[in-house]
């Protein structure tokens, strides 16, 4: 047996997108992220200081054009190399030891413009985990190790960022032609952005962006025709209007289902096209799941209080009869509905982030699905990862459970800034923890079983909300809208209880709910005006603070985590590791109907699942 059979211990790395990860994603300049760390943790992420240093290593000076531009090119592989690239990396999983020694060599000699493909290489299908595979990400590592003298993945961002700030006639060329190798999705989301800036040219539209609307790589055509419809002048409806028809031309003739969604949705959203709703409309039963929630909570906004009582079910029936119903209500309402007058800021990105454990070895990851339902990125090298959200600069907050820590990571799993969960004792460790809330001004409220604390953006201050240290008994805990937090408990004399604290962190007696049996660690959320979303043994279960009395409930074997949708069903993880019909995600409908599952890979455990 070859040697390499041992190597399990692969790290699975995120790769390059595909088209179907696109989503249209609003213009977010990225900045630090919101933690600021102690005296013994990692320094600040500070955006602009990390790509100067990035930039240095790569000798490039940020305001030079030429410079970054010709990084890229030494990057980017012809079409015939790209191919001849795949050929060598599909050699390193070979049979014959020396043959794998001379795949290294031979992918070596490609120098740069190798790293992306070798990249895509370490990422492991977990579908699809065998022995050859292994061996292919543990060499394509090895020679991602000889050629990355300079770290690549940081010097692109850099460079792609730098690039939206000096202006060059060949940048739109340059990034288009260097997308298909992008380092990782996040390096390619920044593609999006740059794309966005440099669509306008002295208020007309960039050539070759019209010019790539035809190009053969549907990833491409879907860059520019995005590009396009954001880029210009934000004051106008269609700010581009020069390369409006083109776009609307190339939507209408796009042969890829995903991609002529994605073009669709940024006329219907960007530029307020009516015929672009009812394209939608069109094509929902042939659309991913992930984009049928995109098309959903656009059109759930435009009807408002008129909106069909219909829910895109499980099969492709349902959503055919779901479609007549919201055909049906666009044939009424098109003629009077001003596009104009609607304001929308997309809800759901049709994507998903699960935070997964295996319990027959400890390690766990987080990792997002596209609307596709395939994994977009994955990071490991993780401390039993217990919770997972994403922050609005596209970065990931981690609750690491064995650390007692928080951390704030890019998508390709890179360490931006941690901080240790010490309340206001002195370097008291408290912990670990194990919910995660991000709040409207980007501080956090960090659950563990005997403290609940804020980390607060700008200051090292981790004011204690709520101390349980002599009990350590807190489940679950969400800050409400109004300020005050709703805390879960289970102990010996207080049993089975939530309970609301004020502003200031004191218990308003008057506001005690009993609740079910509960769970040793549970999960609970806010799901609306003074109620909240909470798992208990046998059930995840609403409750009216109010009225202090379940409103709705819907029966799940361990339940683990809760989140309200936009739509107004409920995402849910059953937790049961026994039997076909366990450890999933679920949606149902408020009568209870489920229209969503998925499933991961026997063995793994599913502690999170957020759709975004």
Request: proline content about 6%.
């Amino acid at each position: 047996m070859l040697r390499w059979l041992c190597l399990a211990t692969v790290l699975l790395a995120a790769a390059p997108p595909t088209l179907a990860q696109v989503v249209r994603q609003p213009l977010v300049l990225r900045r630090a992220p919101v933690l600021v760390p102690d005296a013994e943790a990692a320094a600040p992420f500070d955006a602009i200081k990390a790509d100067a240093v990035a930039l240095a290593a790569a000798k490039i000076a940020p305001a030079d054009a030429d410079g970054l531009l010709a990084y890229f090119e030494r990057r980017t592989l012809s079409d015939v190399d790209a191919n001849a690239i795949q050929a060598v990396i599909d050699r390193l999983g070979a049979e014959s030891f020396g043959d794998r020694l001379k795949a290294m060599d031979d992918a070596e000699k490609y120098g740069p413009a190798a790293v992306g493909p070798l990249r895509k290489a370490t990422a492991i299908d977990p579908t699809n985990v065998n022995a050859a595979n292994f061996e292919l990400a543990y060499r394509a590592g090895e020679v991602l190790k000889r050629l990355e003298k300079v770290p690549h993945a940081g010097i692109a961002i850099a460079a792609v960022r730098a690039l939206a700030k000096v202006p060059h006639p060949r940048t739109s060329r340059v990034l288009l032609g260097f997308l298909p190798q992008a380092d990782d999705q996040a390096t390619a989301e920044e593609i999006q952005r740059t794309l966005v800036v440099v669509a306008s040219v002295g208020g007309k539209a960039d050539a070759f962006l019209v010019e790539s609307l035809k190009d053969r790589s549907t990833l491409k055509r879907v860059y520019a025709a995005t590009a396009l419809i954001e880029g210009g002048d934000a004051k106008l409806r269609v700010r581009l209007p020069d390369a409006y028809p083109k776009v609307v031309e190339a939507a209408r003739a796009e042969a890829d289902p995903d991609a002529k969604f994605v073009m669709t949705l940024a006329l219907a959203v960007t530029a307020r096209d009516k015929e672009a709703v009812g394209a939608i409309l069109a094509m929902l039963p042939e659309l991913a799941r992930g984009r049928l929630w995109q098309a959903e909570d656009l059109l759930l906004v435009l009807a408002g209080a008129d909106a069909p009582k219909v829910a895109f079910g499980a099969t492709k029936p349902a959503v055919v009869a779901a479609q007549a119903a919201w055909q049906a209500w666009w044939a009424k309402a098109s003629p009077t509905l001003d596009l104009d007058k609607v304001t929308y800021a997309p809800r759901v990105q049709g994507k998903t982030l699960l935070v997964v454990m295996d319990p027959r070895n400890g390690s766990g990851y987080v990792a997002e699905l596209g609307p596709d339902l395939k994994e977009r990125w994955r990071m490991t090298n993780l401390s039993s990862p217990h919770d997972a959200q994403v922050l609005p600069d596209g970065t990931v907050a981690v609750a690491e459970n064995n650390i007692s820590s928080v951390s704030v990571r890019d998508t390709a799993g890179r360490l931006l800034t941690q901080k240790a969960i010490t309340g206001n004792a002195a370097r008291r460790i408290y912990g670990p923890p194990h919910q995660l809330q991000v709040l409207p001004g980007g501080d956090f409220v960090v659950v563990c079983r005997n403290v609940v604390v804020e980390l607060k953006r700008d200051k090292p201050d981790q004011p204690v909300v709520f101390d349980r240290s002599n009990n350590h008994d807190i489940i679950a805990a969400t800050r409400l809208p109004d300020g005050e937090t709703a805390v879960l408990l289970l102990t010996a004399t207080d049993r089975d209880h939530l309970i609301v604290l004020d502003k200031a962190g004191k218990e308003l007696p008057d506001r005690k709910v009993k609740t079910g049996l509960l769970p040793y660690q549970g999960h609970m959320v806010t799901s609306g005006e003074n109620r909240v979303l909470l798992t208990e043994q046998q059930k995840v279960v609403e409750y009216d603070l109010k009225e202090k009395k379940a409103v709705w409930s819907h029966a799940v074997m361990s339940a683990r985590s809760v989140q309200r949708l936009p739509n107004g069903n409920t995402l849910m993880v059953e937790g049961n590791n026994s039997g076909e019909g366990s450890n999933r995600v679920i949606e149902v409908t408020p009568a209870g109907e489920e229209v969503w599952t998925h499933r991961l890979p026997g063995g793994l455990m599913v502690v999170r699942a957020y759709r975004r």
